[in-house]
């Protein structure tokens, strides 16, 4: 489903991802975890054709997010890590525009709008405006949205930070679901290491921009001879609070910056 | 395209900037009136009332246009880009749905300005006047989201307001006339897009021009056609 050779990504002289090479199988849960700033959110960007690459190669069901942008935004669908509704539209109203953006035909949307509604259990705010949500509320409605038009894979970029267990539970259940009877591929970040243990097929580390190790939760561990993946986590990017981190995320804002004008 | 006009007007958008324009044109409508007519210029209401259309559709166009800021902020940017729609067609529908709010802002303006004791020579020239203001707001709806589209945080906002929305609007003839100005300043008026806006506006509502109609449309389009160029330019290299 998603290919990736060689892909490097810099900001001016600062490098957030150095040449990783990675795939993610049809039908795989697959967890890409790091420290803050290590390189996740830009390596999303790259494959979801916010960025483009400095280099390397990525093909995502078959397509190139580079050459052909609007035959890869059709198969992904993606929660980002802060909110991305419209605020001064309502719950359905946003599914609508959503719907509309994707091409999705009239009778399915509304179908599957108040399927997913349902599901996230907004169907009785569906008329509220998004400014009223609360943070939680915020984030069902855009995992709603971001399954509306059936994607083939979905981006999760930490899709339960701020989640309280009850949601979380709830949400992974269905994600698995999905997973399970649609072959809906699923790409996630996560700090939540239990999670990642819990529910992806395969993990992949990420840390100062490489991916320093791969595998099943089980082979991590065994690699690093640890009894959870939190151990195993630590084990590999080391235990230090990462002073660094404010720091590469705040150069590459600056780099961007400059890089933008 | 279409869906994201639809999207921007059923926006529920506050009609509260009507506030604005109504003062300028009554209390300098009125204010105004008597040195006006003893300079033998006639009604200065009448002369004012498409310079005020004028103002509140340049405001109301680029407000719009920067409105990508705020999506910017809070996100939403982020789902249109990952929308499989090309960029362009996100920025032109933008910008439509930005101009159209815009014109209504001016056909609502002159609504209110015949209430007030303007008026048009000729009604039926009301009805052409209606495309230009199109025209017109298209072109400030380009503008801003070229700016915008610069632009990534909220500071820059304040500096467009001064330096350029507010030159734009007191350079254009907008309050004043064309004829007799210092050079420097007609110079200036003749670089304002805005001018030729108006201009046209008033060729129609009041029969009054100084540039003439056809140069006016001329000037407007092409200026309309280069700032959806560069709109659509910087708005495809916008990355978030």
Request: with cysteine; charged share 20%; hydrophobic share 45%.
């Amino acid at each position: 489903m998603i290919k990736v050779k060689n892909l490097t990504k810099k900001f001016h002289d600062f490098v957030a991802v150095d040449n990783i090479s990675f795939s993610v199988n049809d039908g795989e849960i697959f967890a890409f975890l790091g420290p803050n700033g290590a390189g996740k959110s830009t390596t999303i960007k790259m494959l979801t054709t916010l960025l483009s690459p400095t280099g390397g190669a990525i093909t995502l069901n078959d397509h190139d997010p580079v050459r052909e942008p609007d035959i890869v935004r059709r198969s992904f669908g993606i929660v980002f890590q802060d909110p991305s509704l419209d605020d001064e539209l309502t719950a359905w109203e946003n599914m609508e525009l959503h719907g509309v953006l994707y091409d999705v035909p009239d009778k399915l949307r509304k179908e599957r709008a108040e399927q997913l509604l349902k599901f996230v259990d907004l169907w009785e705010r569906k008329n509220s405006l998004v400014k009223e949500f609360s943070g939680g509320m915020k984030r069902r409605l855009e995992i709603a949205r971001g399954l509306l038009h059936h994607p083939k894979i979905i981006f999760l970029d930490e899709p339960t930070l701020g989640l309280d267990p009850q949601t979380r539970n709830h949400m992974w259940a269905y994600l698995k679901e999905l997973n399970k009877n649609e072959g809906t591929t699923i790409f996630f970040t996560t700090h939540y290491m239990e999670e990642a243990e819990r529910i992806a097929q395969r993990i992949a580390i990420i840390d100062h921009g490489k991916i320093i190790a791969s595998g099943t939760s089980a082979d991590l561990k065994s690699q690093t001879k640890t009894n959870s993946l939190e151990e195993a986590f630590l084990a590999l990017t080391g235990k230090t609070i990462r002073e660094e981190t404010a720091n590469s995320t705040d150069r590459m804002r600056m780099g961007r910056q400059r890089w933008r004008r | 395209m279409r869906q994201i006009k639809r999207y921007l007007r059923s926006r529920s958008r506050i009609i509260g900037s009507l506030g604005q324009p109504l003062l300028f044109l009554l209390a300098l409508g009125y204010g105004f009136g008597s040195v006006f007519q003893k300079a033998g210029e006639g009604n200065y209401l009448n002369f004012l009332a498409p310079g005020i259309i004028g103002m509140s559709i340049i405001f109301t166009a680029i407000f719009s246009g920067i409105e990508i800021i705020w999506d910017r902020q809070f996100g939403f940017l982020k789902e249109m880009m990952v929308a499989p729609m090309s960029r362009i067609s996100i920025m032109i529908g933008r910008t439509l749905g930005g101009a159209t709010v815009a014109t209504a802002q001016g056909l609502i303006v002159l609504l209110i300005s015949l209430l007030f004791g303007f008026h048009p020579y000729n009604w039926v020239l009301i009805i052409p006047a209606i495309p230009i203001m199109f025209v017109v707001a298209l072109l400030f709806t380009a503008l801003g989201t070229m700016i915008a589209s610069l632009l990534d945080d909220m500071q820059g906002f304040q500096l467009i307001m001064n330096f350029l929305v507010m030159p734009l609007f007191f350079l254009s003839g907008a309050l004043f006339p064309l004829q007799g100005l210092p050079k420097a300043l007609s110079i200036i008026a003749q670089l304002d897009p805005l001018s030729y806006g108006i201009d046209a506006l008033r060729d129609l509502l009041i029969g009054l021009s100084y540039y003439g109609l056809g140069r006016d449309i001329l000037i407007l389009c092409t200026v309309t056609l280069v700032f959806l160029f560069l709109g659509s330019y910087f708005f495809k290299k916008i990355q978030i």
